[in-house]
């Protein structure tokens, strides 16, 4: 039995305030309330905008254990539609991106266009009152915002803007919204997705588990911002080098993004749109995270790294982008080993929430805040 469920561990011991109890990252009726009381109630992001470039494009996928279809329209436009067949209900696409110029049901063929309508429905003619525009895939509130899509799976999250508070303004200096996506993939990985977002967002580990790297990348950070909206940002400045992806055999990193001023050209900003993307945004590229919880202990991310529109058109990309694919992945897999080893410590019974390491853990402190906030029944 979760100890949610029972006697919960305090919050706060003393004057000092404790991480999350560790049945959160592994109780299965705990994570099945996130998904339905987290996921399914607010903005999530699904990637970014050039996920879906071209009309035809979509790209399938769950949120919340939803199965959704992002599409671009014959218009241009973004649509975000179930991907359940309105006759019987039948998935219409497997989960990945993809290119049509119809969704074309494999039970018993009904098709629709990309922005939901239904085209044709075989043999439906001697229905009395049948109406094709009666039944259109049901539609989800979709949006862009600094180059990120967003969907609100049941409608219930509010205004975008309300829900994005600061976020947009306070990335301004990096124009993050033109930014293309130079490289992508996916991955499962054997922890919870909290915790998975939360090693990304901590300067606490960096000496023990990235000895040869990020900690001698950083410097001390700032405290994390105080912001109105539903995430946690914090800025870190680089110490001995520009670009977090330091190039070892002794070429320069790429150039710094127009317009970046004053301490942006050396530094790092962390930011974790809660629940599910987190980004770093350096002074040559941003490095995303988005997670998709499969259980309480397996979560699907999607990593990308994206750069300057101008940059990508040069002829020696893909050479210059080699060292960015490095960096992400040599950390990704230092990151692992250790998360793995977490998972498992979080597992036992003798497990205890703990203390936050001041400044260097501002965000995890603030992610947990916004979850308790979010979900009153833990302490
Ligand atoms: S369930 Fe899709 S056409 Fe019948
Ligand atoms: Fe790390």
């Not at 959704?68 to 497997?94: E, F, K, P, V, Y």
């Not at 990945?96 to 494999?106: D, E, K, L, N």
């Not at 699907?300 to 210059?320: H, K, S």
Request: hydrophobic share 35%; charged share 20%.
């Amino acid at each position: 039995m979760s100890r949610l469920d029972g006697k919960k561990s305090d919050a706060i011991h003393g004057d000092i305030q404790l991480s999350l109890d560790p049945s959160c990252y592994w109780d299965k009726s705990f994570f099945e309330t996130e998904i339905r009381s987290i996921f399914r109630q607010s903005w999530i992001s699904v990637g970014r905008f050039d996920r879906v470039p071209n009309r035809g494009d979509y790209l399938a996928l769950e949120v919340g254990g939803i199965p959704l279809i992002i599409t671009r329209d014959d218009a241009g436009n973004l649509n975000a539609l179930a991907n359940s067949c309105r006759h019987r209900g039948t998935q219409l696409l497997d989960p990945g991106r993809g290119h049509c110029q119809r969704i074309i049901c494999p039970f018993h063929g009904w098709s629709y266009a990309l922005d939901g309508s239904l085209l044709s429905a075989p043999k439906m003619s001697g229905v009395a009152d049948f109406d094709l525009a009666t039944y259109p895939l049901q539609r989800i509130p979709v949006e862009v915002r600094a180059g990120f899509i967003f969907v609100d799976p049941l409608g219930q999250a509010g205004d975008i803007d309300d829900w994005l508070g600061d976020f947009e303004a306070l990335h301004m200096p990096w124009d993050i919204s033109r930014l293309l996506t130079g490289y992508d993939t996916s991955l499962e990985v054997g922890c919870n997705w909290k915790a998975f977002l939360e090693v990304f967002n901590e300067y606490y580990h960096l000496p023990k588990v990235h000895p040869k790297s990020f900690s001698l990348y950083y410097a001390t950070p700032d405290p994390g911002d105080q912001v109105r909206g539903n995430f946690a940002t914090q800025f870190g400045r680089h110490q001995g080098t520009r670009s977090v992806a330091k190039v070892s055999d002794g070429s320069k990193p790429l150039p710094i993004f127009p317009g970046l001023k004053g301490r942006n050209r050396n530094g790092t900003r962390y930011t974790w749109l809660f629940p599910g993307l987190s980004f770093a945004v350096s002074s040559d590229a941003l490095w995303s995270f988005i997670v998709e919880p499969l259980s309480p202990e397996r979560t699907r991310v999607t990593l990308g790294v994206c750069f300057a529109p101008e940059v990508m058109q040069e002829d020696d990309f893909a050479e210059r982008l080699a060292p960015y694919r490095q960096r992400m992945q040599e950390g990704l897999q230092e990151d692992l080993e250790v998360l793995k080893r977490q998972q498992h410590g979080l597992t036992s019974p003798l497990a205890h929430p703990g203390p936050y390491a001041p400044v260097l853990e501002d965000s995890v402190q603030q992610f947990h805040g916004w979850l308790r906030h979010r979900l009153p029944t833990i302490t």
